[in-house]
């Protein structure tokens, strides 16, 4: 199974991305979506999972890191020895905050995380519980228009081609190389879909989720245009992934994707 919310939607499971892997090793799930850094660290610590079709290229604006208008943190760099949220940690969250304090001049290692889901972030927020939040959309709208403010585009940082993938188990694609090319080609035309009508997306974000209509048109949409993967997709990933400790060994990114 592979969890579809509508034909318009771009595909997506109803999981937290850390249980999504171990699903689709498990076979409990044939498919899952991941950013790339999930992908490389997955593959760097052996786990047979393996790239098949992108589903998205993040903008640099469709997650940011967000502080109260208050807040003495005006720069990346302020976040040093600061607690600043994320979704999951060890992953794209806090290396890309790493990343944005690093380029600053900062001590990426300073900086404090917490997990919290996306949800809960905004009130953790204006509680005091946290002095930053790295969030993406369309959580950045309602951040926005609830007062928080912008410190920067970490993304800006990080690479411009910030690929989220499709992925699926070695043990498919040795057993049914069928079905991954179907369904590789339906997710993908699934994805240029919603690049091709973003209205149509939109819309479709009104029926299935309470977000307020008028954020929805503020919501900065991911690029869904990309048809496949390639190795620079996580090229520009690996030094970060070693660098900031997300793996024990140097990656070697050999049979991250599949070839034809």
């Known amino acids: ?5 509508d034909a318009t939607l771009p595909i997506t499971t109803n999981r937290e991305e850390p249980a999504i892997i171990p699903g689709v090793l498990s076979g409990d799930l044939q498919f899952g979506s991941g950013n790339a850094i999930s992908l490389i660290v997955a593959h760097a610590t052996d786990l047979p999972v393996v790239g098949v079709a992108p589903s998205n290229v ?3 604006d469709t997650c940011q890191i967000m502080v109260t208008p208050d807040s ?3 720069e990346a760099d302020d976040l040093v020895s600061q607690t600043v949220a994320v979704n999951t940690l060890n992953n794209l969250g806090d290396v890309s905050v790493r990343a944005a304090v690093e380029a600053e001049g900062g001590d990426a290692s300073a900086v404090n995380f917490v997990e919290l ?3 809960e972030m905004q009130g953790a927020l204006e509680r005091g519980d946290v002095d930053a939040i790295w969030t993406c959309e369309p959580f950045v709208a309602v951040s926005r228009d609830a007062g928080a403010v912008s410190v920067i585009s970490p993304y800006d940082v990080m690479t411009s081609d910030l690929i989220s993938t499709i992925f699926t188990s070695e043990e498919l694609i040795t057993s049914n190389p069928d079905l991954v090319d179907r369904f590789t080609e339906a997710a993908v035309r699934s994805f240029n879909y919603s690049d091709e009508y ?3 997306f939109r819309e479709s974000l009104s029926r299935h989720t309470d977000i307020d209509p008028e954020l929805i048109s503020q919501i900065e949409l ?4 990309r048809t496949e993967l390639t190795m620079e997709d ?5 030094g970060y992934v070693e660098r900031f400790g997300l793996v024990e060994d140097e990656v070697d990114l050999t049979g991250i994707i599949r070839e034809d």
């Open 198 to 200: 973003p209205d149509v």
């Open 117 to 119: 889901g996306f949800p």
């Open 222 to 225: 991911a690029d869904w245009s």
């Open 1 to 5: 199974p592979f969890y579809v919310n």
């Open 234 to 238: 996580f090229e520009g990933l690996v």
């Open 58 to 60: 993040a903008g640099a």
């Open 72 to 74: 003495p943190i005006t």
